[in-house]
């Protein structure tokens, strides 16, 4: 865990980032407010809504899932329930608790019922220009959903068996989670760029037995063998997890003998297409309790192996959907497209539920928003009429880099909202992405939210009358009660600095840590009692606006993706010939945030640039290529106070300021056991 003293000094560097250009605003455009309908009539209509969602949040949520979802049974006791401090025992959160209803039912079924079949569910662009482009209607959805689900279940997964998912961004991702929901099955997907370690890890902790993957998937030019990094997983599961054994395994045929030969291992290795042939095409819904759990999906955190957050069925949907049809003002008919892969949570809420539960079309893309150049999104936007846009702050930064002509050369002109999230978003990309990518017509919606949340928590609202901040995420969203505490857990009123907490529960909060509630009450609830600690800090302006300054813990945000420090740490370490590792935070033009890694060796190891690379590999195998380290460090040893902690507090602001570091900005480093390490350190830099 990090210490106070560390949370602070990583608070006061995202604020004197955020601070630089916090003075403009901008109007949501004119143009925007004439090119559409809008669920809300102005700012202040978002406004009355808030209010009455705090103070009246059982009447409001409960209008809201009426409307929003299809019960087979209302709940009959309280809408909700939750204790947020540990002080007076369990920490829970209970919405709807009693009531039945089916996620896959709500995102599919009733839409079909209701003689929308035919509509396009997706449109499925994928890596290559020339590749297949399909379209899937919400009746072959529906269709291929149910064949899954009946196939899983004859092949034994019953209500609460959680089944692993490990596929590239293509419908049958989306497929195969609301087979696991329409049946009671708990979903883990697994992002397709972790490797087979990573895997492996999350198969056994949740105890999966059941995996649907796919052969191989082409990124950019290159062919990653999925289903061979999904066998070697399962190897490595049978060694580790005293003979647990992984027995289905259903593989889509995504690439073909050509391209991706694999082997199939009888009885236990199936063809998807020939799978879903010969099921079922029926399959019941199961009617879940509200509180039953929908999925697993494993996050990174301060300490230790990633987290299973778990989150339930009701809650969470009814979240997801209603954050989706506000937040980006969705209306019937109009094209959607998040750009992110179904492996994390915004895919989850973003791809598939939010999305779906409110019937929309929207753009599913396998392939990287750069190939086979930095025209791809705007050309699927172009080629799917796209009317709301939903990406990353660092991929506006790298097609920012690439240049205006890659923009302007294709028309958009269906788009008329442009989302952001998974960090803070600069300034200077925020005005690149309005001014350029959106052509001053489309409001910037920067969606602050985190995998624990399950759907957006602060935004700026695109109604009428709001007054955008580039680089502020702006408001809470409905229900949502933040606040900002210092450092002794004390409330502050704005304009203020602090630690961003929330003060109450709302439906898509996840409930527990898989197997480990005792780390979900300790990570999120124990610095300060009462209160969920996102592990972000903020600022709030006079206005009122939430700034968003990034993480104060070990996490670190590479691309938009949380990375534990603790976890490559544990994989260098892993390297016989390290000693120890310290892994920290640096300032990184496109990715937001890189890896800088410190490693001391064992005696009688010499550093080289083999060994570099070499372990740089290491991290790759064992985590996957997003958490590679930009940065070794080679470091003879690592500061540390006399009771042994590292003082990461250092290891940061030497990472980031290399030799230009002043003795101002390493602050006190009297308390270190070995003070002359931190220039030892310094003169080491960029060696
Ligand atoms: C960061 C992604 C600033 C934040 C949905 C958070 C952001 C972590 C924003 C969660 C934003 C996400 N502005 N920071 N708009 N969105 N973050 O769990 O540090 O992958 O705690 O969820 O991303 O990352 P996660």
Known sequence: MSSTEDMISAMHDGLAEVSKEAGTKIPVPEAYLKA????????????????????????????????????????????????????????????????KLNA????????????HGSQIAFYCEGNDLSDDHRTVTYAEMLDQVKRLASALKKRGVRKGDVVAIYLPNIPELPISMLACARIGAIHNVVFGGFSA????????????????????????NKVIELKALADAAEELVYERGDGHLVDRQIVFKRLGEDKCPVGMKPKRDEWWHEVLARADPECPVEWMDAEDPLFVL????????????????????????????????????????????????????????GPLLNRATSVIFEGVPTYPDASRLWQICEKYKVNQMYTAPTLIRSLMRAGDKYVSKVPRDSLRVLGTVGEPINPEAWNWFFNVGGDKRCPVVDTWWQTETGGHMIIPPPVKDFQMKPGAASFPFFGIEPVVLNEKGEELSKPCEGFLCIKRSWPGIHRTVLNDH???????????????????????????????????????????????????????????????????????????????????????????????????????????????????????ALPKTRSGKIMRRILRKIAEKGTQVSSEELGDISTLAEPQVVAQLIELYGK
């Open 298 to 353: 494993y996050t990174s955190g301060s300490t230790g192996k990633p987290k299973g957050l778990v989150h339930t069925t009701a809650g969470y949907i009814l979240y997801a959907a209603v954050t989706h049809k506000y937040a980006f003002n969705y209306h019937e008919n109009d094209v959607f497209f998040c750009t992110a892969d179904c492996g994390w949570i915004t895919g989850h809420s973003y791809v598939v539920y």
């Open 104 to 115: 896959c039912y709500n995102a599919l079924d009733r839409h079909v019922e209701n003689g």
């Open 197 to 220: 370690e990573a895997l492996a890890g999350r198969i056994l902790d949740a105890q999966c037995r059941v995996i649907i993957t796919c052969d191989g998937v082409m990124r950019g």
């Open 36 to 99: 559409t309908k809008h669920h809300l009539k102005d700012v202040q209509e978002y406004l009355d809504l808030y209010k009455k969602s705090l103070e009246s949040p059982d009447t409001f949520w409960t209008e809201m899932s009426k409307e929003m979802l299809s019960w087979h049974q209302l709940w009959t006791g309280k809408t909700f329930e939750h204790n947020f401090d540990v002080r007076k025992g369990k920490v829970y959160s209970e919405w709807f608790k009693g009531g």
């Open 518 to 636: 005792e780390r979900m009450e300790q990570v999120y609830f124990s610095t300060f009692k009462g209160y969920y600690m996102s592990g972000d800090g903020c600022r709030v302006d006079e206005d009122g606006y939430y700034w968003l300054t990034g993480r104060v813990d070990d996490v670190i945000n590479v691309s938009g993706h949380r990375i534990g420090t603790a976890e490559v740490e544990s994989s260098l370490v892993s390297h016989p010939y390290v000693a120890e590792a310290a892994v920290v935070p640096m300032p990184h033009d496109i990715k937001g945030q890189g890896i800088y890694a410190y490693v001391t060796l064992r005696d009688g190891f010499e550093p080289s640039e083999e060994l570099r690379k070499e372990l740089r590999q290491t991290v790759r195998v064992e985590i996957g290529a997003i958490a590679t380290p930009d940065v070794i460090h080679w470091a003879p």
